[in-house]
């Protein structure tokens, strides 16, 4: 039972209670105290025993998974997006600033040695029926032009007497005759020619060449500004694309292959760190109990002192500190 009436002497003590707890938070050794005491319970006690695998998962879920990007963060994230590649400083900055050249060496020498994979790309690219429409259209093209407008052909008997014909005379002549030829010439053999021309390909692209190809790409990109981007990624492509992002994270997110993703990353995730400490687990992103204490201090100083000026820590703490002095178990210690 309670009594909501106080004596003078409960509500004096109640009255001290509430400017003493008001003042103790005011004082920040007293909250770092207890941020390092904190952090010395949570370093002596392991994931496993604060959160279980499946309220992971769950939180995961429900919100990375069942709740659609909102349109303000994806406005925020294309807004910063735009003024990245609008900051005054991309003009004063080269790409090699950004990538020194011991990491585009790197990089290169990564894409230069991958010729297994780079020719198994090659390889698809040339057994794609629509390469060898594109070829054989291409050289189909490229004979056709020769023969009408190379000045060899003039030297060609007769070829003299059929230019003055005209150029629609010749283009009809060539249609009829040289066109059919080489099409069904092309379509015996575009398999040979597209078998010819992957492996020529690979010849031309191997690890010496793209080494060289991909060196010499580099040596002209670094010496462009950073702010070199903003001439290809204007404020129209940032808006679509964050859009097109959008509409397909929509709909994959809710598919049965990326949520199996999420669950099974955050399962392996956690069995890789279930018996480490949420300590631990802060200092792989550098977050140490200094850090939260001394980045806190400054902000939190003032939060506190302008919740206590303005009565909002007083009007919090002397509800909850009151029910316990109108408790009749303080209110028989009082009475003493």
């Not at 406005?75 to 004063?92: F, H, M, R, S, Y």
């Not at 679509?240 to 959008?246: E, F, P, Q, R």
């Not at 000026?309 to 007083?314: C, E, P, Q, T, V």
Request: charged share 25%; net charge neutral.
């Amino acid at each position: 039972m309670t009594s909501s009436k106080l004596s003078p002497k409960a509500e004096a003590l109640l009255n001290a209670h509430v400017e003493h707890t008001i003042a103790q938070l005011q004082n920040f050794d007293v909250i770092r105290a207890e941020v390092a005491a904190l952090f010395e319970q949570l370093l002596e006690t392991p994931l496993s025993t604060l959160v279980p695998l499946d309220i992971i998962q769950r939180i995961a879920k429900e919100r990375v998974l069942d709740i659609a990007p909102s349109n303000q963060l994806r406005t925020e994230i294309a807004n910063i997006v735009k003024d990245a590649l609008k900051n005054p400083e991309g003009k004063n900055t080269l790409i090699s600033d950004l990538v020194p050249d011991a990491t585009a060496e790197v990089v290169i020498n990564l894409i230069a040695n991958e010729t297994d994979k780079r020719n198994q790309l090659i390889h698809q690219i040339f057994s794609n029926p629509a390469t060898g429409e594109i070829l054989s259209t291409t050289i189909s093209h490229a004979i056709k032009d020769y023969m009408e407008n190379n000045v060899v052909t003039k030297k060609i008997p007769g070829a003299s007497s059929l230019m003055k014909l005209g150029k629609g005379v010749l283009e009809r002549a060539t249609d009829s005759n040289l066109d059919d030829a080489l099409q069904n010439y092309l379509s015996r053999n575009i398999r040979n020619i597209m078998n010819i021309s992957e492996k020529k390909t690979k010849e031309q692209l191997g690890s010496k060449q793209v080494h060289r190809i991909a060196a010499e790409v580099w040596s002209t990109i670094k010496k462009k500004p950073a702010s070199i981007a903003g001439k290809f990624v204007d404020d129209p492509t940032v808006d679509a694309a964050s859009h097109l992002i959008v509409v397909i994270w929509n709909h994959i997110r809710t598919g049965k292959y990326v949520q199996s993703i999420v669950a099974e990353g955050t399962a392996g995730w956690y069995a890789r760190n279930s018996n480490r400490s949420i300590v631990e687990l802060l200092s792989d992103v550098n977050v140490t109990p200094d850090f939260i204490v001394a980045e806190l201090e400054p902000s939190l100083k003032t939060t506190i002192k302008h919740l206590a000026d303005n009565g909002y820590l007083k009007t919090r703490i002397e509800p909850l500190l009151r029910l316990f002095y109108t408790s009749t178990e303080a209110h028989a210690i009082l009475k003493d």
